[in-house]
């Protein structure tokens, strides 16, 4: 599913009648033609945004390792909110944007620039980098409120641009305020940005979205939190002996990184382009499953890669409180997001990732006190049992065993 661009957009859309394999852009309004044959893929400028985020993903995953209680973790975890939030709204507002190559590519250099300077400021964003962590967030949220004025994203006032736009504000103004309490202000402010979609997300229900391009973003930012697993792991083996316990460990690190990604692209990621294809609203799901249950997917991940690059450095120790904990509630965290998107997007969640998920918690709450290396053993052959069996069970023709909750968005 995840794709690399070959070539950059067209400056004008195709022609309705027109097909010759170049990618095709239309103007969110309703006056804009639609082709039968549109597809937007991910741009090379695209690519090079996504980096930034690489970046951001690896402080905010070495802040939850290095972190020393729940408090820590708690406000490791806050930070990257408004890297999310910021991704999301260029991933959303690029998505059909008919704009020429290098005002696009400007515009997104710019958030890029943005973001990086959030992210170098991530380790101190508590410290003395508070106002430059929450003035490059709100830079980027005045640039994404150009973009979406350009696009005419939003016809009401009130909207989730002009929303972000003041609470992009006050993450900068609360960076004045002092340690112990800038942390519960950024908190309040994540609190509303997180529920703004489901304040004023219904305003974004007549918006129109190219169902290839934006699962492919989404994907691409499941696949950088992916990559900052190999990198913990990576790193721990780089200064280690590889043999007996800690070659272990290095294997099976490695083989849960590649269970975690199996889990989402052998068949998560396409249900997740075919339902945004089929949805009668497909706003909906880009406020839910996308926004919010991909935010699920990458904390998960980054909970795990925390856990995993502890693992791999001291296999045989034992590590206790929240340090003990990251590994599994990461993969179980992951796990149990694919039952929210399965139900929001065809109302029913899989018999298999439910079980899957409910083992995990339980090898989460057996791992204080064992060595590092038995949780991780014990969690791999969890996610291997489970894809081998869904692909036994899908490539045999059986029907999929699903808890039916309701209607989804897409449909059963």
Same mark, same amino acid.
């Given at each position: 599913?995840?794709?690399?661009?070959?070539?950059?957009?067209?400056?004008?859309?195709?022609?309705?009648?027109?097909?010759?394999?170049?990618?095709?852009?239309?103007?969110?309004?309703?006056?804009?033609? $639609?082709?039968?044959?549109?597809?937007?893929? *991910?741009?090379?400028?695209?690519?090079?945004?996504?980096?930034?985020?690489?970046?951001?993903?690896?402080?905010?995953?070495?802040?939850?390792?290095?972190?020393?209680?729940? %408090?820590?973790?708690?406000?490791?975890?806050?930070?990257?909110?408004?890297?999310?939030?910021?991704? *999301? %709204?260029?991933?959303?507002?690029?998505?059909?944007?008919?704009?020429?190559?290098?005002?696009?590519?400007?515009?997104?250099?710019?958030?890029?620039?943005?973001?990086?300077?959030?992210?170098?400021?991530?380790?101190?964003?508590?410290?003395?980098?508070?106002?430059?962590?929450?003035?490059?967030?709100?830079?980027?949220?005045?640039?994404?409120?150009?973009?979406?004025?350009?696009?005419?994203?939003?016809?009401?006032?009130?909207?989730?641009?002009?929303?972000?736009?003041?609470?992009?504000?006050?993450?900068?103004?609360?960076?004045?305020?002092?340690?112990?309490?800038?942390?519960?202000?950024?908190?309040?402010?994540?609190?509303?940005?997180?529920?703004?979609?489901?304040?004023?997300? $219904?305003?974004?229900?007549?918006?129109?979205?190219?169902?290839?391009?934006?699962?492919?973003?989404?994907?691409?930012?499941? #696949?950088?939190?992916?990559?900052?697993?190999?990198?913990?792991?990576?790193?721990?083996?780089?200064?280690?002996?590889?043999?007996?316990?800690?070659?272990?460990?290095?294997?099976?690190?490695?083989?849960?990184?590649?269970?975690?990604?199996?889990?989402?692209?052998?068949?998560? =990621?396409?249900?997740?382009?075919?339902?945004?294809?089929?949805?009668? #609203?497909?706003?909906?799901?880009?406020?839910?499953?996308?926004?919010?249950?991909?935010?699920?997917?990458?904390?998960? #991940?980054?909970? =795990?890669?925390?856990?995993?690059?502890?693992?791999?450095?001291?296999? =045989?120790?034992?590590?206790?409180?929240?340090?003990?904990?990251?590994?599994?509630?990461?993969?179980?965290?992951?796990? +149990?997001?694919?039952?929210?998107?399965?139900?929001?997007?065809?109302?029913? =969640?899989?018999?298999?990732?439910? #079980?899957?998920?409910?083992?995990?918690? *339980?090898?989460?709450?057996?791992?204080?006190?064992?060595?590092?290396?038995?949780?991780?053993?014990?969690?791999?052959?969890?996610?291997?049992?489970?894809?081998?069996?869904?692909?036994?069970?899908?490539?045999? %023709?059986?029907?999929?065993?699903?808890?039916?909750?309701?209607?989804?968005? +897409?449909?059963?």
């Amino acid at each position: 599913m995840v794709a690399v661009a070959t070539q950059d957009y067209r400056d004008t859309p195709i022609e309705p009648d027109r097909d010759d394999g170049r990618p095709d852009i239309e103007a969110d309004v309703d006056a804009a033609p $639609h082709s039968p044959h549109a597809v937007q893929r *991910v741009t090379w400028a695209e690519l090079f945004f996504d980096l930034v985020f690489v970046f951001a993903v690896t402080q905010v995953a070495h802040a939850v390792s290095v972190g020393d209680g729940w %408090g820590d973790l708690g406000r490791s975890l806050l930070l990257f909110v408004p890297f999310w939030w910021a991704w *999301v %709204g260029c991933t959303i507002q690029f998505n059909g944007l008919v704009v020429s190559a290098t005002r696009r590519h400007l515009l997104l250099l710019a958030i890029a620039g943005a973001a990086f300077v959030m992210s170098i400021s991530v380790p101190d964003a508590y410290g003395d980098r508070g106002v430059l962590f929450g003035g490059a967030y709100f830079g980027a949220r005045i640039l994404l409120a150009v973009v979406g004025r350009i696009r005419e994203a939003f016809r009401q006032r009130i909207n989730p641009i002009s929303g972000a736009l003041v609470t992009g504000a006050l993450w900068m103004l609360a960076g004045l305020l002092p340690a112990g309490t800038r942390q519960w202000a950024w908190l309040a402010l994540a609190a509303v940005e997180l529920s703004m979609p489901l304040v004023l997300g $219904h305003r974004l229900d007549y918006m129109r979205f190219d169902a290839s391009h934006l699962p492919e973003r989404f994907g691409l930012f499941v #696949i950088i939190a992916l990559g900052e697993t190999l990198v913990g792991i990576g790193q721990g083996g780089t200064h280690k002996a590889l043999d007996g316990t800690e070659g272990t460990a290095l294997f099976v690190a490695f083989i849960l990184s590649c269970g975690l990604w199996w889990t989402y692209f052998q068949y998560g =990621a396409s249900a997740a382009e075919h339902a945004l294809r089929v949805a009668k #609203i497909p706003a909906a799901l880009v406020r839910s499953s996308f926004s919010y249950g991909h935010l699920a997917f990458v904390v998960g #991940i980054i909970l =795990a890669a925390a856990g995993m690059a502890q693992a791999v450095a001291g296999p =045989a120790e034992h590590p206790h409180g929240v340090h003990a904990l990251l590994l599994g509630s990461g993969v179980s965290l992951y796990t +149990a997001t694919f039952c929210y998107t399965r139900i929001v997007m065809f109302g029913g =969640a899989s018999y298999t990732r439910v #079980i899957a998920s409910l083992l995990a918690i *339980v090898i989460t709450v057996l791992s204080p006190g064992l060595p590092a290396l038995a949780p991780l053993v014990m969690l791999a052959a969890l996610v291997i049992a489970l894809n081998a069996f869904e692909l036994y069970w899908v490539t045999s %023709g059986r029907p999929l065993m699903l808890i039916n909750v309701g209607q989804g968005a +897409a449909g059963r």
